[in-house]
């Protein structure tokens, strides 16, 4: 079974301060996803990547940046975190394909004070 | 551009009773289209999903749907609903252009009355 593990359940972080999201994957796809969903407005893309040191701009990357540096690991920053990023985010993975499902992480549910 | 809308926002059934959640896309091309589950406190789960041929779709966990293009819809049905379907539920559609994006709609609620 393909596991996609992400560093924390629950973050809690002021305002200002850098935040590092991690998602691993331990079936050697090539692309990863991150996600943050809010209620009512479903699952928005942040950014994406096709393989180590590649990323593409999701729909709302401002705020974000990502990094790959392994084919394994996908990382979320925060550069300076604000209120309006309090949310649930979620990381995926999917053997190239568009026909692929995606596997997703439990997800990391951030609330910035 | 590609969208999905799920209409209903919250859905509740008792536990025995069939169950039908809305999806509508709207795509130029042939849609790849998917129905994840989301259970409280986890991550997003491949219920099923079409690409060609038959238009009704099996998937895990007793659910189906049916692809009907002249209607742009994908709704996603179970039989008889069981307690433990309470979860939310999302329809998505891609690729994205020549990407693996997908696109989510924002999600149906599933409450089951006992």
């Known amino acids: 079974d393909v596991k996609v593990t992400q560093s924390s359940r629950y973050l809690v972080k002021r305002t200002g301060e850098k935040v590092f999201l991690e998602c691993v994957q331990d079936m050697d796809h090539e692309n990863m996803f991150w996600y943050r969903q809010d209620p009512g407005l479903g699952l928005r893309l942040i950014y994406f990547s096709y393989d180590v040191k590649m990323k593409e701009k999701g729909d709302i990357p401002e705020g974000y940046s990502v990094s790959r540096e392994k084919k394994e690991r996908f990382s979320l920053i925060l550069e300076s975190a604000s209120t309006n990023q309090t949310s649930m985010y979620l990381c995926?993975?999917?053997?190239?394909?568009?026909?692929?499902?995606?596997?997703f992480g439990p997800g990391t549910r951030l609330t910035v004070l | 551009a590609q969208s999905v809308t799920q209409p209903d926002i919250h859905i509740t059934v008792s536990e025995g009773a069939s169950l039908e959640l809305r999806c509508n896309y709207s795509y130029g091309a042939t849609p790849y289209l998917f129905w994840y589950v989301q259970s409280p406190g986890q991550g997003l789960q491949l219920l099923l999903k079409?690409?060609?041929?038959?238009?009704l779709v099996q998937g895990i966990k007793g659910f189906e749907a049916e692809f009907k293009r002249s209607q742009s819809s994908f709704n996603l049905r179970k039989p008889s609903v069981h307690w433990s379907d309470a979860a939310e539920y999302f329809c998505?559609?891609?690729?994205?252009?020549?990407?693996?994006?997908?696109?989510f709609g924002t999600g149906t609620r599933l409450q089951v009355f006992p």
């Open positions: 995926a993975t999917v053997a190239g394909g568009p026909y692929n499902e995606q596997f």
């Open positions: 998505a559609v891609g690729p994205s252009y020549n990407t693996d994006k997908l696109i």
């Open positions: 079409y690409f060609s041929g038959d238009t």
